[in-house]
């Protein structure tokens, strides 16, 4: 895991790299890499890789970047993990490959050299990377089909820069006016929607997406998979396929544990009592000791919403090295500045990932894996059943064009007395499941925004933002209601808000977070289990991947992680959907008050 950062003057006029500028991007990501740190600069002054390091596989000097490709010339800056390099690297070297060293790094450069842009569909990890080709002065760069890794690029018509951080980017010369899709998108959304920024002049690299930069033009993305193509090949068992149909998928689960353990430096894992954590506690427990730890916050201490005891429970079963970690009040008030220094876009989400990340690398931890992508891979959001029933009941509405929008604007004289102001808009936008799937995770509705941002800006943004037409093809060919709300969840809340905010959280404390549940490999190995309720799944799931769990666990009703920032922002406050909004308020004015330029 690392940052990495470059420039090439791609246009005859652009002026040569400077070198100073790309060491200021690089260095505004020292936390990324605290292991080491390296720059390449070509001869002819054109272009120029930087890279932060943390040592994880091959901590030698072997693995240190940018790499070169002795036989062909080649350069790459890489940011992630190959779990599969391996057996990659056996194959290599029987065809003949010389590869001199134990890194996954390696691995890609001689990938590329071999098999160019195929290569991508061979890798099973989270990566962002760019590969300089010298014999063509072409710069490749690539990206995981989920988007675990960052990778964002700003293009002036003549030079192109690159980083695995926003932030990062702003320490250079880029483009910093507002970008109106960027601002309305985090106030409808929590989060800012891919591939949009707050800055006109940076743009997200597609997940699953490559980009090439050769002859002086910067090619379109393309896409080489996604969570939806991986969704279209899932298989369906009923009856008796059943049984049978879980054991497949608990073997992917245990296969997919089993790939995250890669590395050369000790695996953790974040343990909550949720069943996501808690199977991949059990999984991960069976190849050894193991070391886990809990957050948990003095505000519920002994309530509801204190998981610490029934965590340690887990980890006693398991047998695991475990340490609770428990935070107040004033623990984020300490924090705050530097959370938010270290947040690269704005989230009203990952204070819990920022203080469990940082209790992780207390511990002496630079591995941990997480259960991000449980709730999505197996249908245990309360939006699996209540996305297509909105849907299912509100269909009429959808046929009808603009009756929806009509209901909406003779409600708005009564929009005071609706307990939210999502009722307004029910027959505008939950007649189809990307609608209504916006009504279940929007913070703000599109008609809303004009009222908490400029008028002017809200709208260009909207138009910008295009969102049920890109709902829609979120879901595009998928055969159930299931697989879509998987779709969607996936590609909305999880890669725009939970991953991003693993990232940046994890990495302010130089952690590698890791996802089993959101790989590809295990993704189609799924089953659609139609005969099973969205409530049974997991459970279900759950059980067959770890049988061992003590019932509390396995018949725990999903209650979602709390925590307290609501308290802590406004002492005795209720939780409510108003206290969401107010701190997205808070966010939005100190992201768009800040500095925009080193």
Known sequence: MCGIAGILAYAPGAPNVDAEELLRIRERMVARGPDGAGLWLSDDQRVALAHRRLSIIELSAAGAQPMLDPETGNQIVFNGEIYNHARL??????????????????????????????????????????????????LFMARDAFGIKPLYVADDGRSLRFASQVKALLAGQVDTRPEPAGHAGFLLWGSVP??????????????????QVVDGRVGEPICFDSPRQALRDVGQATGADVNEALQRIAAAVDDSVAAHMVADVEVGVFLSAGLDSTMLAAAAAHRG?????????EEYAGGPFDEAALAADVAGTLKTRHQLHRIAAADFAADREALLDAMDQPSIDGINTWFVAKAAARQGLKVVLSGIGGDELFGSYPSFAQVPRLAHHLRGFASVPRLGQAMRLGLAPFARL?????????????????GAYL????????????????????????????????????????????????????????????????????????????????????????????????????????????????????????????????????????????????????????????????
Request: glycine share 8%; charged share 25%; aromatic share 8%.
């Open 439 to 598: 009504l279940r995770r929007s913070l703000h509705m599109p008609w809303e925004l004009a009222s908490v941002m400029d008028r002017d800006m809200a709208a260009e943004g909207l138009r910008a933002l295009d969102t049920q037409h890109r709902l829609a093809d979120s879901i595009d060919g998928l055969r159930s209601p299931r697989l879509a709300v998987s779709a969607l969840e996936m590609q909305w809340y999880m890669r725009n808000q939970l991953l991003r905010d693993a990232d940046w959280a994890g990495m302010a404390h130089s952690l590698e977070i890791r996802v089993p549940f959101v790989d590809t490999t295990l993704l189609r190995g799924l089953v659609e289990l139609p005969e099973l309720s969205a409530a049974q799944e997991k459970r279900t799931v759950a059980r067959a991947v770890a049988p061992e769990l003590p019932e509390a666990v396995l018949n725990r009703p999903k209650t979602g992680f709390a925590v307290p920032i609501h308290q802590w922002l406004n002492p005795g406050a209720a939780m409510t959907a108003g206290n969401h909004r107010g701190w997205a308020r808070q966010l939005y004015q100190r992201f768009t008050r800040e500095p925009v330029a080193a």
């Open 289 to 297: 000791t193991l070391q886990t730890l809990t957050l948990g916050f």
């Open 418 to 434: 609706l307990p939210s102001p999502k009722y307004a808009g029910l027959a505008e936008y939950g007649g189809t499941l990307g």
């Open 194 to 211: 891919e591939p949009y920024t707050l800055y006109r002049g940076i743009r997200a690299l597609p997940p699953g997406h490559w980009l």
């Open 89 to 138: 690297r056996e194959e290599l070297q029987r065809e003949g490959v010389v590869v001199r060293s134990h890194s996954d790094t390696e691995v890609l450069l001689k990938l590329y050299a071999r098999h160019g842009a195929a290569m991508l569909g061979r890798l099973r990890g989270m990566f962002a990377f760019a590969i300089w080709d010298a014999s063509r002065r072409s």
